[in-house]
């Protein structure tokens, strides 16, 4: 029996990984790598005479893999090169890159220094990564009033992201007093200012959060709000809840589908149960084999965490199948992690702005507070 907790506490203490992505960090976003479009020949040539708005263009197609072959170094190179000739969009880009370590060392310092000037040329996003900057004290003194006042003036702009760290910061009591009621009213501004992380929090809180009254309807609609924004964990939420509620689902295999397509993009708990649901042949077929696949796949991606998870049924499938067939079994799971190792928050919704800038234009919404829980599903 595959048996998890919900536990939304399970990643307050190192919630500044979440806030920062912090995941390695390699892609956050799915992209399909597709030169459609794009002239790369002509865009080298305008980005070389120092056009910054083409070196952002070249930037990301790097950063993507997007006509070129993906190269984190070459993506930050262009967009410093437009932070130096002052575009503030840019500006906040390479301090994410500076705050991230991607195609450059880390330098906490360096990434404060270009938030503080895209703050200063008014940009509304880089007031949020000073927030974050201060409310940890990465590479300065912690301020968390000066923190709460950054997320307060983007959140007054119509930042969604602003308004989600807020609803964090009240649910957790960090600068604040602990008050889940406005940490529940920030979500809610967030969720009315499009950002899918607030929308994820606020599913759930009415779905699995033990102190807060459940309402399935509700949780459904911000969990689906979510998803369509590509937000891997709202993705595999909805898809559990389908799963454990399937009055709730447009058919049988939405469930399923919407599972495999987070367990795709590297979210290890989304396997899990998908191994649970092929083994006990709720929703699915009955499957060892597939049941097996499932939960090696899971360990390979989420570790030992995955593993104290599904050790017992490993091993109780692997003596059901055989040795020869758990090994081909094994080679399969390897293959597959192969293609799909990158754990991804999101996956790619077209964009003019994910287009340009597809890390950080996500980057600062991503990991709610929340996205540490690992739903139940009973064994049979």
């Known amino acids: 029996m595959v048996r ?70 070459q993506a930050a190179y262009w967009y410093q090169k437009a932070a130096e000739a ?25 990434a404060l220094h ?51 760290y807020l609803g964090d910061l009240y649910y957790f009591g960090i600068g604040v007093k602990q008050d889940k009621a406005a940490a529940e009213t920030w979500y809610k501004t967030g969720a009315q200012f499009h950002d899918p992380v607030a929308a994820y929090n606020l599913g759930t809180l009415f779905s699995v959060d033990a102190d807060h009254p459940h309402d399935l309807r ?9 998803a369509a924004d590509g937000y891997i964990p709202a993705i595999h939420s909805v898809g559990l809840l389908l799963v454990n509620h399937p009055d709730l689902a447009t058919s049988p295999q939405e469930g399923p589908s919407l599972l495999e397509t987070a367990a795709s993009a590297g979210y290890w708990k989304s396997s899990v149960v998908l191994g649970a ?37 490993l091993a109780t499938l692997a003596k059901r199948l055989g040795t020869q067939l758990v090994g ?13 190792r990158t754990p991804l928050l999101f996956v790619n919704k077209d964009s003019d702005k994910r287009q340009r800038f597809p890390a950080s234009a996500l980057a600062v919404s991503t990991a709610g507070l929340h996205a540490g829980q690992l739903l139940y599903v009973p064994a049979s």
Do not use: C
């Open 277 to 313: 649901l092929a083994r006990d042949g709720k929703g699915v077929p009955a499957d060892s084999k597939a049941a097996y696949l499932h939960f090696r796949t899971a360990v390979l991606q989420g570790g030992e965490l995955a593993m104290s998870l599904v050790k017992y049924d």
């Open 218 to 226: 509700k949780a459904e609609a911000f969990l689906r709000s979510s």
């Open 328 to 340: 081909a079994l094994d080679s399969d799971a390897n293959t597959w992690y192969r293609l799909h």
């Open 114 to 164: 270009w938030y503080q000037l895209a703050a200063a040329s008014g940009l509304t996003r880089a007031k949020v990564n000073l927030g974050v900057v201060y409310v940890w004290g990465l590479g300065v003194a912690k301020d968390e009033e000066l923190a709460m006042q950054f997320f307060r003036e983007a959140a007054s702009r119509g930042d969604g992201a602003a308004a989600s």
């Open 4 to 73: 998890t907790t919900s536990n939304p506490l399970l990643v307050s203490v190192k919630l500044v990984r979440a806030l920062l992505l912090a995941i390695g960090v390699t892609l956050l976003v799915g992209y399909a790598a597709s030169a459609e479009g794009i002239d790369i020949t002509q865009l080298k040539a305008d980005a070389q005479k120092g056009y910054a708005s083409r070196q952002i263009e070249l930037a990301a197609a790097y950063f993507t893999g997007n006509g070129v072959t993906q190269d984190a170094k």
């Open 86 to 110: 002052g575009d503030p969009e840019a500006e906040n880009e390479i301090g994410f890159f500076y705050q991230a370590g991607i195609g450059v060392p880390v330098d906490q310092a360096r």
